[in-house]
């Protein structure tokens, strides 16, 4: 008896000093369910495999001994410093290991680092050409997809990585969704444009689009600007020019009434002492 209440108050406690998350803390409880649905795919959706091949089967067989063994897909760590999102690096990063170097010797760290190159892409939604830093990787890709527009917008933010791509990933998205601007001039080029892409429209909001891309530190400033533009105080001296401008009107108005009754009296007692006019037939 005694050990079943002190599970039913190990669970109330566990409740009750459950951890929280980043999104109940302070300002972040304030952000939108647009952002959070970018942050899940950004941050918490598992990237494709890159740097190693996953096995699909859930068991192997050793060649060797005939064991059968279970299968562990464990992703290797990656690094990701501060250049990679200077460019579209195609799932790409950094990898932190050992390398035995002589049989003889211990092994020493070594860093595995792609193989990065300059190069120059062409948005057709955004009309203009884009000279970026890619991998051979980010290549292929894009050659994959029949284009870079095509790669961007079906590619996950988890495996986009850099801060460049998702931005030119939101700009895209926002010129569809005014429909294709920058081709004004040319009307039939413009709807080839827009018809072509447009069915990526129909996987975001324009909440979604609004919020999409951002980084930790821009949503909690955005939530904060509105947060304030609606606090926004008002100087005393407009609500006090306002309350004078409402007096004023209201003065004017009874002045005007005033006047009116003034006139209308007048005017009833000059008819009865007017001899010439007409009398009220009885």
């Known amino acids: 008896m005694a050990s079943s209440r002190i599970q039913a108050t190990a669970r109330q406690l566990s409740k009750t ?13 304030e952000l939108p369910q ?8 950004w941050k918490v959706l598992k990237p494709a495999a890159v740097h190693f091949i996953p096995q699909e ?4 067989r050793d060649e060797f001994t005939g064991e059968t063994l279970p299968v562990q897909n464990i992703p290797i760590p990656l690094k990701h410093p501060a250049e990679i999102h200077e460019g579209i690096w195609g799932g790409e990063a950094v990898i932190k290991g050992f390398q035995k170097r002589d049989e003889r010797r211990r092994r020493v760290p070594h860093y595995w680092v792609p193989v990065l190159k300059r190069t120059v892409v062409r948005s057709e939604v955004l009309n203009t050409h884009l000279s970026v830093t890619v991998t051979d990787r980010t290549i292929n890709l894009i050659n994959d997809h ?10 996950p933010a988890c495996d986009l990585v850099s801060m460049l ?10 010129e569809l969704m005014n ?22 429209l129909s996987s975001y909001t324009p909440e979604e689009i609004e919020w999409y891309g951002l980084t930790w530190y821009e949503a909690l400033t955005k939530v904060a600007k509105q947060k304030e533009a609606e606090n926004k105080p008002v100087p ?6 306002k309350k004078l401008v409402e007096k004023l009107k209201a003065a004017e108005t009874e002045d005007k009434n005033n006047a009116t009754d003034e006139i209308s009296t007048t005017t009833s007692w000059l008819s009865k002492m007017n001899p ?3 009398k009220d037939e009885a």
């Open 34 to 41: 647009a952002y959070k649905k970018f942050w899940r795919e």
């Open 146 to 155: 029949y284009g870079f527009d095509h790669y961007l917008l079906k590619t």
């Open 17 to 29: 000093f459950k951890k929280k998350s980043r999104f109940d803390i302070g300002i972040a409880s």
């Open 276 to 278: 010439f006019g007409k």
């Open 179 to 200: 429909g294709c601007p920058r081709y004004a001039n040319n009307p039939q080029k413009q709807k080839e444009i827009y018809d072509e892409y447009k069915t990526y």
């Open 236 to 241: 005393l001296k407009n609500i006090y020019r």
């Open 165 to 174: 791509a998702l931005k030119l990933k939101k700009q895209i998205l926002i």
């Open 57 to 60: 089967s859930k068991w192997k």
